[in-house]
């Protein structure tokens, strides 16, 4: 086996992947598909004990609305072995040497390090929990919620507690998950929060609108409030959480402040990274700079095609996006990876919360003038039976009044509804075009004019008033 590359006796090329998930696993699988294991050889390392799963389900695992675990994993490692896929588990690369092409890695559990050469590399490294350096925040009790093994340690520590407080740091779309699956559980629940309202992803008038809701379920919010210490009690175990001005009593914390990349393996190797932290990539999300290294998901930062800024947005439809293009380019074919608009939804109970494109602070640092309306519909026509209330926020741009971002919040049927606007996003259309979209109208889906055609005809006529101006 040369040192210089993968390749071995018989001409086969190696495609080393490190991280077995949504990224990696769906770069193998594609590169896969192009060359059969006589053409290229794939070799693919994931520290964990899973592969191909959804973070983004465990909320709904540990809040019990999905029952069981195996139901988050779309693919075994079994079933990658079986296609040809030489599948590492449990084994963490540790090193990367570009010159040389080739990585380093440990077994987990045995600690035996070997170095293993490449001719393609894939980093598909996924975040990293914001772990706060606070004192007592490693005591029992307190949790992450990244992986199917702080999933289950989660809900082993939650069957087996006695008492029924629970604290949620952070206010995103996690902690506001975790909030409703704790809920659903049964305890009572306090989330603190260091920004002026939940959900930062909006702008704060309509993070607002989602604060009211989680009140109403019975959350206690503690905003412009930042954890300080995590108190213990005599058996070591979390008893409280405390802030500059007061003590919330926990029998359980969880941490939802944020992912941040995982590229400490990058950094150390010396590839391009960008103001977030994350791989910069080329358009077939080659990592800048090197021919053969690939990156992807949660560990890249990504063109965002409304500001023509980059941008970190850590979600499983990019990440499997990322390697649906990263395996076809690395199994000898061609694709690209053009950017994002940024949309994402997610809901508390029965409210749905749902935004792509600019928020307001997004669109003044990139240059950009706009115009920001908000309106209130409902999601049916209003004598249908079931009509629930909905607000839309829009921004358009100043005099070429092109659609910059949509927020909604809203109960059953508000969120899909962004995305219209992520689509409209994407053809940068003006909010005047969209005016015109002929969208699908019953009564029972929807009002005569859909609530996005109304914040966009609202958009329209305050752009041509702020025109004659």
Not at 94 to 118: F, L, M
Not at 120 to 128: D, H, S, W
Not at 166 to 179: N, R, S, W
Not at 386 to 412: N, W
């Amino acid at each position: 086996m040369s040192m210089s590359g993968g390749r071995d006796s018989g001409g086969r090329e190696r495609l080393v992947v490190v991280g077995g998930d949504a990224a990696g696993m769906s770069a193998a699988s594609q590169a896969r598909r192009l060359k059969d294991p006589g053409e290229l050889e794939i070799v693919a390392f994931e520290r964990g004990h899973f592969t191909s799963f959804s973070a983004c389900g465990i909320p709904y695992w540990v809040g019990g609305e999905v029952p069981e675990r195996d139901r988050l994993i779309a693919r075994t490692p079994e079933e990658h072995r079986a296609r040809g896929i030489d599948l590492r588990l449990r084994t963490e690369v540790t090193e990367i040497d570009v010159a040389g092409r080739r990585v380093r890695a440990r077994d987990v559990d045995s600690g035996a390090e070997s170095w293993t050469p490449y001719d393609k590399l894939v980093l598909a490294t996924g975040a990293r929990p914001v772990r706060p350096d606070l004192p007592g925040a490693d005591a029992p009790g307190v949790h992450g919620v990244q992986t199917l093994d702080d999933g289950q340690a989660l809900l082993d520590t939650l069957g087996r507690t006695r008492g029924r407080r629970a604290v949620v740091v952070g206010a995103g779309y996690i902690g506001v998950e975790m909030a409703e699956a704790l809920i659903n559980r049964g305890f009572e629940v306090t989330v603190v929060n260091r920004g002026t309202e939940p959900m930062s992803t909006l702008d704060p008038d309509m993070g607002r609108l989602v604060h009211r809701a989680m009140e109403g379920l019975g959350i206690t919010m503690v905003n412009d409030a930042e954890v300080t210490k995590v108190l213990t009690g005599e058996d070591g175990r979390v008893r409280a959480v405390a802030t500059e001005d007061a003590e919330y009593p926990a029998d359980v914390v969880i941490l939802g402040i944020g992912v941040r990349p995982e590229t400490s393996l990058a950094r150390a190797a010396g590839l391009p990274l960008g103001s977030h932290g994350g791989l910069l990539t080329d358009l077939a999300m080659r990592v800048r700079g090197h021919e053969n290294i690939w990156a992807g998901g949660d560990c890249v930062e990504v063109l965002n095609l409304v500001s023509g800024q980059e941008q970190y947005v850590p979600l499983g439809t990019h990440a499997n996006k990322h390697g649906q293009v990263i395996g076809t380019n690395a199994g000898g074919g061609y694709a690209t990876f053009p950017g994002v608009v940024g949309t994402a939804v997610s809901k508390v109970c029965d409210l749905e919360i749902a935004r792509t494109g600019l928020r307001e602070k997004d669109a003044r640092r990139a240059g950009l003038r706009y115009e920001a309306v908000t309106i209130e519909s409902t999601s049916r026509a209003g004598y249908y039976p079931g009509a629930a209330p909905m607000t839309v926020k829009m921004l358009a741009e100043s005099r070429t009044g092109r659609l910059l971002g949509v927020q909604i919040v809203g109960r059953e049927g508000a969120a899909k509804r962004v995305d219209i606007a992520a689509v409209a996003l994407t053809a940068r259309m003006t909010v005047d075009e969209m005016t015109a979209l002929d969208l699908g109208y019953a009564p029972p889906f929807s009002p005569v004019w859909d609530p996005v055609l109304v914040a966009a005809r609202k958009a329209a006529s305050k752009v041509r008033a702020s025109s004659a101006l």
